[in-house]
Nanobody, 126 residues
Framework: VQLQASGGGSVQAGGSLRLSCAAS????????VGWFRQPPGKEREFVAA????????YYTESVKDRFTISRDNYRNTAYLQMNSLKPEDTAVYYC????????????????????WGQGTLVTVSS
């Protein structure tokens, strides 16, 4: 599967952005999707993940209640809605896909993900 992330940009603190992750191929529903981010000068970190069917959603603590991950398997697209953005959310955001069985919980470990999008930059100014 090939992934294309988009939707990044520059916003002021408190603003919102929605990232999209478009997947090629017909097997998108066989993959869990994760969003990761890499802040300037730091290592890449887990942000959120969603199960194959979309019922299981997992977040890192710092984005809970502000970010929402979702997916549309008919459109082969996953989303990350980001509200109440903070300067510390500034990072390059990546989407990734991990082929798992239907009942498995998606991983928070980036090394479990086999396919990656190219990244989209989010800049939040104070």
């Amino acid at each position: 599967v090939q992934l294309q992330a988009s939707g990044g940009g520059s916003v002021q603190a408190g603003g919102s952005l929605r990232l999209s992750c478009a997947a090629s191929g017909r097997t998108f529903s066989q993959y869990a999707v994760g969003w990761f981010r890499q802040p300037p000068g730091k290592e890449r970190e887990f942000v959120a993940a969603i199960s194959r069917g979309g019922s299981g959603r997992y977040y890192t603590e710092s984005v809970k209640d502000r970010f929402t991950i979702s997916r549309d398997n008919y459109r082969n697209t996953a989303y990350l809605q980001m509200n109440s953005l903070k300067p510390e959310d500034t990072a390059v955001y990546y989407c990734a896909a991990d082929r798992i069985i239907m009942t498995a919980e998606p991983s928070r470990n980036e090394y479990e993900y086999d396919y990656w999008g190219q990244g989209t930059l989010v800049t939040v100014s104070s």
